[in-house]
């Protein structure tokens, strides 16, 4: 760094800037862009015409509670919306978190495979982050708990977690809240809860309702089909909430994000059909996959996880050249600890289709 340049504080220059998935292709192509875990849905006809609507008062400042959200979401769940606070995107409720939990001589852990944004929103804070090793792609309560120490503050767990698809039951939930200490919270990133059906699967409502060191947090990027609008909302016990609404920002959420927010809450048959897709069409994508001869990592989210094999000329690297060749945007998960996997994202019939095809003839050989 040159001489009498500023320094950040410590920490900021450990991170590594986050790099979403491309969506862009060479030549112009329209692509079939599987690389952000988007609904191929769209969102909700009535929230876009909220959005319309709110295109009238542009000249306003926004309800700085986000009121009419926050009560949205509380009638869906049957929640307190008071202890309901909301941010832009779930990703700045992490970074708000961190920001008030966490600290120089801090530990926060997540687990080996867990959302990037984690290690970034630790370190910004000037905490050290702790990385658990995962069991066959799962969290794995017992690693997370063999590395708590006296400086830790906060455990991130992403349940479901990206970008493997997988979850731990809530009884595993629970086991981690009792054995942690009580000033340790314990944030459940529950960004794609909407979309499993597994009978023990629970998102956290019920932890937070019934402890005060619990925070769950969701999104509306993804079933709602509103990421071009950052929504998203947390969880919490009454106190982190009012530290939360302490140090967010007084208008972090804008007129029209908050107008279609709680009216796609209130969509629910919008809701449930990008639900039924992803049912259709995630154990469709998966068994193409595993008949092409790739890993496929068992998901409960609208994305899947897919391995090369260890040896041979059949590399993520050069699938991903070739899908992109072909107008197809895949996720490359290097940063993410798999240097030879891709992450496709289940979309539209036709972009499925269209991925699956071209990986087939990359598999095949048959790509001239």
Same mark, same amino acid.
């Given at each position: 760094?040159?001489?009498?340049?500023?320094?950040?504080?410590?920490?900021?220059?450990?991170?590594?800037?986050?790099?979403?998935?491309?969506?862009?292709?060479?030549?112009?192509?329209?692509? /079939?862009?599987?690389?952000?875990?988007?609904?191929?849905?769209?969102?909700?006809?009535?929230?876009?015409?909220?959005?319309?609507?709110?295109?009238?008062?542009?000249?306003?400042?926004?309800?700085?509670?986000?009121?009419?959200?926050?009560?949205?979401?509380?009638?869906?769940?049957?929640?307190?919306?008071?202890?309901?606070?909301?941010?832009?995107?779930?990703?700045?409720?992490?970074?708000?978190? /961190?920001?008030?939990?966490?600290?120089?001589?801090?530990?926060?852990?997540?687990?080996?495979?867990?959302?990037?944004?984690?290690?970034?929103?630790?370190?910004?804070?000037?905490?050290?982050?702790?990385?658990?090793?995962?069991?066959? *792609?799962?969290?794995?309560?017992?690693?997370?708990?063999?590395?708590?120490?006296?400086?830790?503050?906060?455990?991130?767990?992403?349940?479901?977690?990206?970008?493997?698809?997988?979850?731990?039951?809530?009884?595993?939930?629970?086991? *981690?809240?009792?054995?942690?200490?009580?000033?340790?919270?314990?944030?459940?990133?529950?960004?794609?809860?909407?979309?499993? @059906?597994?009978?023990?699967?629970?998102?956290?409502?019920?932890?937070?309702?019934?402890?005060?060191?619990?925070?769950?947090?969701?999104?509306?990027?993804?079933?709602?089909?509103?990421?071009?609008?950052?929504?998203?909302?947390?969880?919490?016990?009454?106190?982190?909430?009012?530290?939360?609404?302490?140090?967010?920002?007084?208008?972090?959420?804008?007129?029209?994000?908050?107008?279609?927010?709680?009216?796609?809450?209130?969509?629910?048959?919008?809701?449930?059909?990008?639900?039924?897709?992803?049912?259709?069409? *995630?154990?469709?994508?998966?068994?193409? *996959?595993?008949?092409?001869?790739?890993?496929?990592?068992?998901?409960?989210?609208?994305?899947?996880?897919?391995?090369?094999? @260890?040896?041979?000329?059949?590399?993520?690297?050069?699938?991903d050249e070739y899908l992109k060749s072909?107008?197809?945007?895949?996720?490359?998960?290097?940063?993410?600890?798999?240097?030879? @996997?891709?992450?496709?994202?289940?979309g539209s019939e036709a972009d499925n289709v269209r991925?699956?095809?071209?990986?087939?003839?990359?598999?095949?050989?048959?790509?001239?």
């Amino acid at each position: 760094m040159p001489m009498n340049t500023p320094l950040p504080r410590p920490g900021i220059l450990d991170i590594n800037a986050y790099v979403p998935g491309e969506s862009k292709v060479p030549g112009g192509i329209k692509p /079939a862009k599987l690389s952000s875990n988007e609904t191929p849905l769209g969102a909700s006809p009535q929230a876009i015409e909220a959005y319309r609507a709110a295109a009238l008062e542009l000249e306003r400042y926004p309800d700085g509670q986000a009121t009419a959200l926050r009560a949205a979401i509380a009638r869906r769940y049957g929640l307190d919306a008071s202890r309901i606070v909301c941010g832009s995107g779930s990703d700045e409720l992490l970074a708000l978190i /961190a920001r008030a939990y966490l600290g120089p001589g801090d530990e926060a852990i997540y687990t080996e495979h867990g959302f990037l944004v984690y290690r970034i929103v630790i370190l910004t804070n000037g905490a050290t982050p702790i990385i658990a090793p995962e069991q066959q *792609l799962h969290a794995d309560v017992d690693a997370i708990l063999a590395r708590v120490t006296a400086r830790t503050r906060v455990v991130f767990i992403a349940n479901p977690n990206n970008p493997t698809g997988t979850y731990i039951p809530i009884d595993e939930v629970r086991r *981690l809240r009792a054995a942690l200490r009580d000033d340790i919270v314990l944030v459940l990133d529950a960004a794609y809860a909407e979309y499993v @059906s597994r009978n023990d699967y629970e998102a956290g409502i019920e932890l937070v309702a019934t402890t005060s060191n619990t925070v769950m947090t969701r999104t509306f990027s993804k079933i709602h089909g509103l990421a071009a609008l950052r929504i998203g909302w947390a969880y919490c016990p009454a106190a982190i909430a009012d530290v939360l609404n302490r140090i967010r920002g007084p208008f972090n959420l804008s007129v029209p994000a908050i107008a279609c927010g709680a009216t796609a809450m209130d969509d629910s048959e919008h809701m449930q059909a990008a639900k039924a897709h992803n049912d259709t069409w *995630l154990p469709r994508v998966a068994g193409k *996959l595993q008949s092409l001869g790739l890993d496929v990592t068992p998901s409960v989210a609208n994305f899947v996880l897919f391995h090369f094999p @260890s040896s041979g000329s059949k590399t993520a690297n050069g699938a991903d050249e070739y899908l992109k060749s072909q107008g197809v945007i895949v996720r490359k998960v290097g940063a993410y600890g798999f240097a030879n @996997s891709l992450r496709m994202t289940i979309g539209s019939e036709a972009d499925n289709v269209r991925a699956l095809t071209a990986l087939e003839a990359f598999m095949n050989g048959s790509t001239s």
